[in-house]
């Protein structure tokens, strides 16, 4: 069976050197290499998790117990154990400071090393998500700029991944020296790399995917979800300025609750796939060939978000639509505008301005229906909500409801608005009249305009 293979961001920074000790990937490297006597260094130690679980690593330095002249105690450490714990999947430098005493006799094959403790935090079988061989893609620009540096000068120094059962060594040379002083360096363990560096939700969506399948997809239909995100709907428009119909905030709700409906979908439904493919999560969870793939997975918006949220508090996989609606409304009518203008200009052949600027358009609506403020307009309110309700509500039909007994509330709902028709709006009010009657027709309906 093929695993995942994560990112070999250990293999970027040895070129490729590495030991395999149990679950960690593994490599070590001196700064500096080469020492005078009575001078410090530090013995750097990289770790890449190769599985799924919180490892937790004890580091104890091994120092030479003799110099070249048979002196003892010439390798000083004011600590020589660190003990951390590496998240699943994590990349991590332990750095552990040393010095040698002024008169430490002059030697070019000194071994410094390093014996590795590695245990699983939990009693759970780890999993690999790494490979032996690494080789993950790993791009440096996925990093913020001062791990980009950090790594970056990392990747200068010369490691080595020879070992001896759990013990990994490096080889130190010590030239003569002057008197020196003790250095006043500080063990350090800093985190190169975790899973939240990585736009993947793959190890998790296997960890959970059974409790996805029982537990959150089954509550993503219409008469679980509408209703909750309907009240949600009617609380984040309460307090708007520019009041809203109880049809609009209807239509709304019925956009929103289709982004749930696509996610649940199978391939027998063949209507909610061909219009929300990109929107569903399913095809991801019955498929192990895309779970398996090295090609990261394109998750819906508020869906990724969702994982997010479960990762700190897996209760919330009893809850899906009311965690959904309560924490992570704006991401789930994020993902619905932009669906919403693509169907919109599908269906009316009309170009709405670029991914950029629906981008900037829908940050402009959530911000505008979020605070209450004055700024929301008809303008804002229908393109794309409300119109995006009134192409896909006979998606999102309730128990008992027939798609041609909306229409007459569609067009009701329109001429309540009819008042507020000015020469800056006139193209919006069209607009929705149009999809309007594209609807009214597909039910065999006369137009009333």
């Known amino acids: 069976m093929a695993v995942l293979n994560f990112p070999d961001v250990l293999g970027f920074i040895t070129g490729g050197k590495r030991a395999n000790l149990q679950w ?3 490599a070590t490297a001196l700064r500096p290499r080469v020492v005078r006597a009575g001078r410090a260094f530090e013995m750097l130690l990289l770790i890449q998790n190769i599985s799924d679980l919180e490892l937790e690593v004890t580091a104890t330095l091994h120092l030479p117990e003799k110099d070249s002249k048979g002196q003892k105690g010439r390798f000083v450490t004011k600590t020589g154990r660190l003990i951390t714990r590496l998240e699943s999947a994590a990349v991590g430098l332990i750095t552990l400071p040393l010095t040698t005493l002024p008169d430490t006799a002059a ?3 000194y071994k410094i090393g390093m014996d590795l403790k590695i245990e699983p935090t939990s009693r759970d079988k780890p999993q690999r998500v790494r490979t032996a061989e690494g080789e993950g893609a790993f791009t440096l620009e996925s990093l913020d700029p001062a791990r980009q540096t950090q790594i970056t000068e990392l990747k200068n120094l010369q490691w080595t991944a020879t070992h001896s059962g759990s013990t990994i060594e490096s080889v130190l040379m010590v ?3 002057t008197v020196g002083s003790f250095s006043d360096l500080q063990p350090s363990w800093t985190k190169l790399w975790t899973l939240a560096d990585h736009n993947d939700k793959r190890l998790l969506l296997q960890k959970i995917a059974p409790m996805i399948l029982e537990q959150v997809l089954p509550q993503m239909n219409i008469r679980t979800a509408f209703p909750i995100v309907l009240e949600y709907t009617q609380k984040r428009f309460e307090k708007s300025i520019y009041k809203l119909q109880d049809f609009e905030i209807n239509l709304i709700a019925r956009l929103l609750t289709l982004m749930l409906l696509y996610a649940s979908a199978d391939e027998k439904k063949t209507a909610l796939m061909a219009t929300g493919r990109d929107y569903n999560v399913m095809r991801f969870l019955n498929s192990s060939a895309i779970l398996e793939s090295d ?5 819906p918006g508020w869906f990724q978000a969702f994982l997010d949220l479960v990762e700190k508090d897996n209760r919330l996989l009893a809850h899906p639509v009311k965690a959904t609606a309560h924490f992570l409304y704006d991401a789930l009518m994020r993902d619905a505008m932009l669906h919403a203008f693509s169907r919109i200009e599908a269906l009316t052949e009309v170009e709405i301005g670029t991914p950029e600027e629906r981008h900037i358009y829908v940050e402009k609506i959530i911000e505008a229906t979020a605070t209450g403020s004055d700024k929301l307009d008809f303008e804002l309110l229908y393109m794309p909500l409300v119109m995006g309700g009134v ?4 998606q999102v039909l309730l128990k008992g409801e027939k798609a041609a007994e909306l229409i007459p509330l569609m067009r009701a709902m329109i001429d309540a608005r009819h008042g507020e028709k000015d020469d800056e709006n006139e193209g919006t009010f069209e607009l929705a009249h149009k ?4 609807t009214a027709n597909k039910y065999t309906l006369s137009s009333q305009w």
């Open 391 to 394: 192409i896909m509500a006979d």
């Open 175 to 177: 030239m003569s020296g």
């Open 24 to 26: 960690l990937h593994v």
């Open 295 to 299: 090609n990261v997975i394109h998750l």
């Open 435 to 438: 999809l309007i009657e594209q």
């Open 107 to 109: 030697a070019a094959d």
